[in-house]
Protein backbone atom coordinates (compact mmCIF):
# COMPACT_ATOMS: atom_id res chain seq x y z
CA UNK A 1 0.00 0.00 0.00
CA UNK A 2 0.91 3.53 -0.90
CA UNK A 3 1.32 6.29 1.05
CA UNK A 4 -1.72 7.55 -0.89
CA UNK A 5 -3.87 4.85 -0.31
CA UNK A 6 -2.91 5.13 3.36
CA UNK A 7 -4.30 7.96 3.93
CA UNK A 8 -7.36 7.24 2.01
CA UNK A 9 -7.95 4.36 4.50
CA UNK A 10 -7.05 6.53 7.54
CA UNK A 11 -9.56 9.11 6.33
CA UNK A 12 -12.26 6.54 5.70
CA UNK A 13 -12.00 5.25 8.90
CA UNK A 14 -12.02 8.42 10.03
CA UNK A 15 -15.20 9.39 8.60
CA UNK A 16 -16.78 6.26 9.49
CA UNK A 17 -15.64 6.56 13.24
CA UNK A 18 -16.86 10.30 12.95
CA UNK A 19 -20.49 9.43 11.17
CA UNK A 20 -22.46 7.80 14.44
CA UNK A 21 -21.12 10.53 16.60
CA UNK A 22 -22.19 13.64 14.86
CA UNK A 23 -24.65 13.44 11.57
CA UNK A 24 -25.85 15.94 9.51
CA UNK A 25 -29.38 17.86 10.28
CA UNK A 26 -32.32 16.28 8.65
CA UNK A 27 -36.12 16.50 8.46
CA UNK A 28 -38.05 12.83 9.62
CA UNK A 29 -39.46 11.20 7.53
CA UNK A 30 -43.26 10.73 6.55
CA UNK A 31 -44.89 9.05 9.95
CA UNK A 32 -41.29 9.01 11.30
CA UNK A 33 -42.33 8.50 15.27
CA UNK A 34 -39.71 10.75 17.92
CA UNK A 35 -36.92 8.97 18.46
CA UNK A 36 -34.90 7.93 21.98
CA UNK A 37 -32.30 10.58 21.14
CA UNK A 38 -34.91 13.49 20.67
CA UNK A 39 -36.17 11.87 23.80
CA UNK A 40 -33.28 12.55 25.77
CA UNK A 41 -32.66 16.10 24.17
CA UNK A 42 -36.08 16.70 25.68
CA UNK A 43 -35.63 15.18 28.93
CA UNK A 44 -32.45 17.47 29.23
CA UNK A 45 -34.09 20.46 28.02
CA UNK A 46 -37.29 21.19 29.56
CA UNK A 47 -39.93 23.62 28.56
CA UNK A 48 -42.35 25.77 30.86
CA UNK A 49 -45.27 24.10 33.22
CA UNK A 50 -48.15 25.98 30.54
CA UNK A 51 -49.99 26.24 33.97
CA UNK A 52 -46.65 28.58 35.17
CA UNK A 53 -47.50 31.49 32.51
CA UNK A 54 -49.73 32.61 35.94
CA UNK A 55 -46.76 34.34 37.01
CA UNK A 56 -45.35 37.54 35.76
CA UNK A 57 -41.84 35.89 37.00
CA UNK A 58 -41.68 32.66 36.15
CA UNK A 59 -40.71 31.11 39.12
CA UNK A 60 -36.89 29.65 39.63
CA UNK A 61 -36.76 26.20 37.92
CA UNK A 62 -40.08 26.46 35.89
CA UNK A 63 -38.16 29.01 32.82
CA UNK A 64 -37.39 26.59 30.01
CA UNK A 65 -33.58 25.48 29.55
CA UNK A 66 -32.01 24.90 26.22
CA UNK A 67 -28.12 23.63 26.69
CA UNK A 68 -26.67 22.37 23.37
CA UNK A 69 -23.64 20.13 25.25
CA UNK A 70 -23.30 19.97 28.90
CA UNK A 71 -23.41 22.39 31.52
CA UNK A 72 -19.66 23.33 32.14
CA UNK A 73 -17.92 23.23 35.47
CA UNK A 74 -17.23 26.33 36.95
CA UNK A 75 -14.54 27.44 38.88
CA UNK A 76 -16.58 31.33 39.87
CA UNK A 77 -13.28 32.30 42.10
CA UNK A 78 -11.00 32.00 38.98
CA UNK A 79 -13.19 33.24 36.55
CA UNK A 80 -12.83 36.05 34.03
CA UNK A 81 -14.51 37.94 31.49
CA UNK A 82 -11.89 38.93 28.60
CA UNK A 83 -12.75 41.76 25.92
CA UNK A 84 -10.35 42.07 23.40
CA UNK A 85 -9.71 41.84 19.77
CA UNK A 86 -10.54 45.81 17.95
CA UNK A 87 -10.92 47.44 21.09
CA UNK A 88 -7.97 50.10 22.46
CA UNK A 89 -7.69 48.52 25.73
CA UNK A 90 -8.31 44.76 26.06
CA UNK A 91 -10.02 44.20 29.11
CA UNK A 92 -10.10 41.32 31.85
CA UNK A 93 -12.53 41.18 34.21
CA UNK A 94 -13.27 39.51 37.43
CA UNK A 95 -16.73 38.81 39.00
CA UNK A 96 -15.90 41.55 41.42
CA UNK A 97 -15.07 43.81 39.37
CA UNK A 98 -18.24 43.46 37.35
CA UNK A 99 -20.16 43.51 40.36
CA UNK A 100 -18.51 46.72 41.69
CA UNK A 101 -20.27 48.54 38.60
CA UNK A 102 -23.69 50.00 38.57
CA UNK A 103 -25.84 46.94 38.28
CA UNK A 104 -29.19 46.93 36.03
CA UNK A 105 -32.29 45.28 35.80
CA UNK A 106 -34.02 44.43 32.83
CA UNK A 107 -37.29 42.10 32.79
CA UNK A 108 -37.23 39.95 29.53
CA UNK A 109 -39.27 36.89 28.17
CA UNK A 110 -36.95 34.74 26.31
CA UNK A 111 -38.02 32.06 23.56
CA UNK A 112 -36.29 29.41 22.08
CA UNK A 113 -36.29 29.88 18.35
CA UNK A 114 -36.89 26.07 18.06
CA UNK A 115 -39.86 26.57 19.99
CA UNK A 116 -42.93 24.97 18.30
CA UNK A 117 -40.50 22.78 16.28
CA UNK A 118 -42.38 19.10 17.08
CA UNK A 119 -45.59 20.36 15.46
CA UNK A 120 -44.03 20.62 12.26
CA UNK A 121 -44.88 18.14 9.23
CA UNK A 122 -42.42 17.15 8.54
CA UNK A 123 -40.47 17.37 11.82
CA UNK A 124 -36.98 18.62 12.40
CA UNK A 125 -34.74 16.48 14.22
CA UNK A 126 -34.18 18.33 17.21
CA UNK A 127 -35.01 19.78 20.46
CA UNK A 128 -38.75 18.60 20.18
CA UNK A 129 -40.85 21.42 21.57
CA UNK A 130 -44.39 21.61 21.58
CA UNK A 131 -44.91 25.69 22.58
CA UNK A 132 -43.10 25.48 25.89
CA UNK A 133 -39.59 26.87 25.35
CA UNK A 134 -40.39 30.33 27.17
CA UNK A 135 -40.22 32.24 30.13
CA UNK A 136 -39.58 35.35 31.77
CA UNK A 137 -36.90 36.69 34.66
CA UNK A 138 -35.46 39.92 35.87
CA UNK A 139 -31.62 39.94 34.68
CA UNK A 140 -29.01 41.82 36.71
CA UNK A 141 -26.03 42.62 35.74
CA UNK A 142 -23.76 45.48 33.31
CA UNK A 143 -25.05 46.86 30.33
CA UNK A 144 -22.69 45.49 27.67
CA UNK A 145 -22.51 49.37 25.93
CA UNK A 146 -20.65 50.27 29.75
CA UNK A 147 -18.16 47.81 29.42
CA UNK A 148 -17.24 48.19 25.21
CA UNK A 149 -17.09 52.11 25.83
CA UNK A 150 -14.29 50.98 28.94
CA UNK A 151 -12.75 49.36 25.87
CA UNK A 152 -13.01 51.32 23.64
CA UNK A 153 -14.30 50.24 20.28
CA UNK A 154 -11.93 50.54 17.00
CA UNK A 155 -14.46 52.45 14.79
CA UNK A 156 -13.20 49.38 12.48
CA UNK A 157 -14.54 46.66 14.54
CA UNK A 158 -17.96 45.20 12.73
CA UNK A 159 -19.01 42.72 15.49
CA UNK A 160 -18.98 41.70 18.50
CA UNK A 161 -18.47 37.72 19.00
CA UNK A 162 -19.63 36.12 22.25
CA UNK A 163 -18.11 32.23 23.55
CA UNK A 164 -19.53 30.37 26.01
CA UNK A 165 -17.63 27.89 28.32
CA UNK A 166 -19.57 24.97 27.04
CA UNK A 167 -18.23 22.96 24.37
CA UNK A 168 -19.36 20.18 22.00
CA UNK A 169 -19.50 18.46 18.54
CA UNK A 170 -22.89 19.46 16.32
CA UNK A 171 -23.31 18.07 12.96
CA UNK A 172 -19.82 17.20 12.65
CA UNK A 173 -18.30 20.27 13.55
CA UNK A 174 -16.29 20.74 17.45
CA UNK A 175 -16.98 23.76 18.95
CA UNK A 176 -17.15 26.27 21.82
CA UNK A 177 -20.70 27.63 21.84
CA UNK A 178 -20.35 31.32 20.09
CA UNK A 179 -22.74 34.23 18.43
CA UNK A 180 -22.22 37.56 17.29
CA UNK A 181 -24.15 40.98 17.14
CA UNK A 182 -23.38 43.47 14.89
CA UNK A 183 -21.27 46.56 17.21
CA UNK A 184 -25.12 48.31 16.82
CA UNK A 185 -26.65 45.89 18.24
CA UNK A 186 -23.99 45.25 20.98
CA UNK A 187 -24.16 48.91 22.07
CA UNK A 188 -28.04 49.92 21.46
CA UNK A 189 -29.36 52.26 24.34
CA UNK A 190 -32.67 49.75 23.37
CA UNK A 191 -32.97 47.23 23.81
CA UNK A 192 -29.93 47.04 26.58
CA UNK A 193 -27.85 44.04 25.88
CA UNK A 194 -26.54 42.68 29.38
CA UNK A 195 -23.82 41.01 30.63
CA UNK A 196 -26.03 39.49 33.47
CA UNK A 197 -24.87 37.89 36.97
CA UNK A 198 -28.55 37.72 38.12
CA UNK A 199 -31.81 35.87 37.65
CA UNK A 200 -34.53 36.76 39.70
CA UNK A 201 -32.14 38.50 42.31
CA UNK A 202 -30.14 35.29 43.10
CA UNK A 203 -26.76 34.39 41.79
CA UNK A 204 -27.39 32.51 37.83
CA UNK A 205 -28.38 28.97 38.12
CA UNK A 206 -26.04 26.53 36.68
CA UNK A 207 -28.35 25.42 33.85
CA UNK A 208 -28.99 29.24 32.84
CA UNK A 209 -25.59 30.42 32.29
CA UNK A 210 -23.64 30.55 35.97
CA UNK A 211 -21.79 32.61 36.86
CA UNK A 212 -22.14 35.00 33.48
CA UNK A 213 -24.20 35.27 30.69
CA UNK A 214 -25.18 37.63 27.68
CA UNK A 215 -29.10 38.87 27.58
CA UNK A 216 -30.46 40.57 24.12
CA UNK A 217 -33.76 41.49 25.21
CA UNK A 218 -36.24 40.69 22.19
CA UNK A 219 -34.08 38.32 20.85
CA UNK A 220 -34.88 34.78 20.54
CA UNK A 221 -32.62 32.36 22.70
CA UNK A 222 -29.32 31.52 21.18
CA UNK A 223 -28.47 35.15 21.00
CA UNK A 224 -28.63 35.12 25.03
CA UNK A 225 -24.79 33.47 25.11
CA UNK A 226 -24.36 31.33 28.52
CA UNK A 227 -20.90 31.10 30.72
CA UNK A 228 -19.83 34.27 28.83
CA UNK A 229 -15.83 34.13 28.88
CA UNK A 230 -14.83 36.07 25.96
CA UNK A 231 -16.02 38.90 24.01
CA UNK A 232 -14.12 39.75 20.83
CA UNK A 233 -14.30 42.73 18.71
CA UNK A 234 -13.61 41.63 15.33
CA UNK A 235 -13.69 43.40 11.59
CA UNK A 236 -15.12 40.80 9.73
CA UNK A 237 -18.45 38.79 10.43
CA UNK A 238 -18.84 35.74 12.46
CA UNK A 239 -18.61 32.81 10.74
CA UNK A 240 -19.19 30.29 13.55
CA UNK A 241 -21.56 26.92 13.45
CA UNK A 242 -24.31 29.00 15.47
CA UNK A 243 -24.05 32.01 13.10
CA UNK A 244 -23.47 30.71 9.84
CA UNK A 245 -24.74 27.17 9.75
CA UNK A 246 -27.42 27.20 12.59
CA UNK A 247 -30.62 29.29 13.14
CA UNK A 248 -30.85 30.10 9.56
CA UNK A 249 -34.21 30.29 7.81
CA UNK A 250 -33.77 27.01 5.38
CA UNK A 251 -36.00 25.66 2.87
CA UNK A 252 -33.42 23.22 1.65
CA UNK A 253 -29.73 21.98 2.70
CA UNK A 254 -28.25 24.20 0.11
CA UNK A 255 -30.33 27.38 0.87
CA UNK A 256 -27.88 30.14 2.67
CA UNK A 257 -31.13 31.38 4.45
CA UNK A 258 -31.44 34.72 6.11
CA UNK A 259 -30.65 34.59 9.91
CA UNK A 260 -32.92 34.11 12.86
CA UNK A 261 -33.17 37.55 14.89
CA UNK A 262 -35.88 38.29 17.28
CA UNK A 263 -39.27 36.67 18.57
CA UNK A 264 -41.99 36.78 16.34
CA UNK A 265 -45.38 37.49 18.41
CA UNK A 266 -47.16 34.53 19.81
CA UNK A 267 -49.71 33.98 22.95
CA UNK A 268 -50.28 30.87 24.97
CA UNK A 269 -52.92 29.98 27.26
CA UNK A 270 -53.43 28.76 30.75
CA UNK A 271 -54.94 25.36 29.60
CA UNK A 272 -58.00 25.53 31.68
CA UNK A 273 -60.04 22.59 33.99
CA UNK A 274 -57.84 19.79 34.95
CA UNK A 275 -55.78 17.41 32.79
CA UNK A 276 -55.90 13.65 31.91
CA UNK A 277 -52.52 12.35 33.14
CA UNK A 278 -51.53 10.53 29.95
CA UNK A 279 -53.05 12.59 26.60
CA UNK A 280 -53.24 16.04 28.85
CA UNK A 281 -56.88 16.55 27.40
CA UNK A 282 -58.56 19.01 29.57
CA UNK A 283 -62.09 18.60 31.61
CA UNK A 284 -64.01 21.58 32.28
CA UNK A 285 -67.39 22.04 33.70
CA UNK A 286 -70.37 24.06 32.19
CA UNK A 287 -70.48 27.46 32.58
CA UNK A 288 -68.37 30.23 33.14
CA UNK A 289 -64.19 29.92 32.51
CA UNK A 290 -62.06 32.16 32.84
CA UNK A 291 -59.33 32.11 29.84
CA UNK A 292 -55.97 33.83 30.61
CA UNK A 293 -52.23 33.63 29.51
CA UNK A 294 -49.70 35.85 28.05
CA UNK A 295 -48.48 37.19 24.81
CA UNK A 296 -45.40 38.86 23.70
CA UNK A 297 -43.40 39.49 20.46
CA UNK A 298 -39.55 41.00 20.41
CA UNK A 299 -40.30 42.94 17.27
CA UNK A 300 -42.69 45.51 18.28
CA UNK A 301 -45.35 45.67 21.24
CA UNK A 302 -48.61 43.47 21.83
CA UNK A 303 -51.54 45.15 20.26
CA UNK A 304 -54.48 42.49 20.21
CA UNK A 305 -55.04 39.08 21.41
CA UNK A 306 -57.76 37.10 20.53
CA UNK A 307 -59.57 33.33 21.69
CA UNK A 308 -61.51 31.42 19.42
CA UNK A 309 -63.48 28.89 20.87
CA UNK A 310 -64.08 27.16 17.62
CA UNK A 311 -60.70 26.24 16.53
CA UNK A 312 -60.37 29.18 15.15
CA UNK A 313 -63.19 29.40 13.04
CA UNK A 314 -64.52 32.94 15.08
CA UNK A 315 -62.63 35.30 17.23
CA UNK A 316 -63.18 37.37 20.08
CA UNK A 317 -60.51 40.31 21.37
CA UNK A 318 -59.47 39.50 25.00
CA UNK A 319 -58.49 42.11 27.40
CA UNK A 320 -54.65 42.92 27.09
CA UNK A 321 -53.03 44.12 30.61
CA UNK A 322 -50.67 47.29 30.57
CA UNK A 323 -46.94 46.70 30.10
CA UNK A 324 -46.25 46.56 33.56
CA UNK A 325 -43.13 44.40 32.89
CA UNK A 326 -41.22 47.03 30.41
CA UNK A 327 -41.56 46.59 26.79
CA UNK A 328 -39.52 43.17 26.55
CA UNK A 329 -41.61 41.26 28.81
CA UNK A 330 -44.93 39.24 27.83
CA UNK A 331 -48.42 40.52 28.66
CA UNK A 332 -51.10 38.87 30.60
CA UNK A 333 -54.57 38.97 28.74
CA UNK A 334 -57.98 37.28 29.96
CA UNK A 335 -61.25 36.51 28.11
CA UNK A 336 -64.17 35.17 29.45
CA UNK A 337 -65.62 31.85 28.11
CA UNK A 338 -68.75 30.01 28.64
CA UNK A 339 -68.67 26.12 28.05
CA UNK A 340 -70.98 23.94 26.80
CA UNK A 341 -71.36 20.33 26.74
CA UNK A 342 -68.99 18.91 24.14
CA UNK A 343 -65.73 18.88 23.10
CA UNK A 344 -63.48 22.30 21.90
CA UNK A 345 -60.98 23.34 20.49
CA UNK A 346 -59.59 26.24 22.14
CA UNK A 347 -56.62 28.76 20.94
CA UNK A 348 -55.97 32.33 21.05
CA UNK A 349 -53.40 34.69 18.97
CA UNK A 350 -51.39 37.60 19.32
CA UNK A 351 -50.80 40.69 17.28
CA UNK A 352 -48.02 42.94 17.13
CA UNK A 353 -47.60 46.75 15.79
CA UNK A 354 -45.80 45.62 13.02
CA UNK A 355 -48.98 44.19 12.16
CA UNK A 356 -47.92 40.81 11.93
CA UNK A 357 -50.49 37.86 13.43
CA UNK A 358 -49.73 34.32 14.77
CA UNK A 359 -50.49 32.10 11.33
CA UNK A 360 -53.05 29.10 12.01
CA UNK A 361 -51.11 26.68 9.62
CA UNK A 362 -47.28 25.91 10.14
CA UNK A 363 -44.08 28.49 8.78
CA UNK A 364 -41.99 25.61 8.03
CA UNK A 365 -38.12 26.19 7.41
CA UNK A 366 -35.65 23.19 7.63
CA UNK A 367 -34.62 23.74 11.30
CA UNK A 368 -38.48 24.58 12.67
CA UNK A 369 -37.31 28.28 13.63
CA UNK A 370 -39.66 31.21 14.77
CA UNK A 371 -42.82 28.86 13.78
CA UNK A 372 -45.55 30.58 15.72
CA UNK A 373 -48.15 28.96 14.49
CA UNK A 374 -51.11 29.35 17.19
CA UNK A 375 -51.25 26.94 20.30
CA UNK A 376 -54.38 24.58 19.82
CA UNK A 377 -56.19 22.89 23.24
CA UNK A 378 -58.89 20.11 23.02
CA UNK A 379 -61.26 20.76 25.55
CA UNK A 380 -64.25 17.83 27.07
CA UNK A 381 -66.79 19.87 29.08
CA UNK A 382 -68.83 17.20 31.07
N1 LIG B 1 -23.08 28.88 25.95
C1 LIG B 1 -24.32 28.57 25.56
N2 LIG B 1 -25.25 29.54 25.51
C2 LIG B 1 -26.50 29.26 25.12
C3 LIG B 1 -26.87 27.94 24.73
C4 LIG B 1 -25.89 26.92 24.82
O1 LIG B 1 -26.14 25.75 24.54
N3 LIG B 1 -24.63 27.27 25.23
N4 LIG B 1 -28.16 27.70 24.29
C5 LIG B 1 -28.85 28.86 23.71
C6 LIG B 1 -30.23 28.62 23.38
S1 LIG B 1 -30.52 27.81 21.93
C7 LIG B 1 -31.25 29.10 24.15
S2 LIG B 1 -32.85 28.89 23.66
C8 LIG B 1 -30.98 29.81 25.42
C9 LIG B 1 -31.72 29.15 26.56
O2 LIG B 1 -31.49 29.84 27.75
P1 LIG B 1 -32.03 29.24 29.12
O3 LIG B 1 -31.61 27.79 29.18
O4 LIG B 1 -31.46 30.07 30.19
O5 LIG B 1 -33.53 29.34 29.06
O6 LIG B 1 -29.59 29.83 25.74
C10 LIG B 1 -28.75 30.06 24.65
N5 LIG B 1 -27.41 30.25 25.11
MO1 LIG C 1 -32.83 27.85 21.56
Redesign the pocket.
Known amino acids: MDVTDATAVTAAAADTAAAPVSAPGRVADPDEGISHEELALAAR?HGLPLEALRYDVTPPGL???????DIPAVDADTWTLRIHGRVRTPLTLDLAALRALPPVTHRVT?????NGRARLDPRPVSQPWLVE?V?TADWTGVPLRTLLAEAGVEPDAVEAVFT???HGVERGVEQD?G?SLTVADATAADPEVLVAYEMNGAPLPP???YPL?LIVPGW?????????TDIELTDTPFTGFQQAVAYRFRQSPDDPGEPVTRIAPRALMIPPGFPDFMSRTRVVRPGPVRLEGRAWSGRAPVTQVEVSADDGVSWRTAELAAPEGGPWAWRHWHAPWTATPGRHVLTVRATDAEGTAQPLTQPWNRGGFANNEVQRIPVVCQ
Open positions: NHYILVHYMECAGAGGADYRQHGRYGMAHVKWL
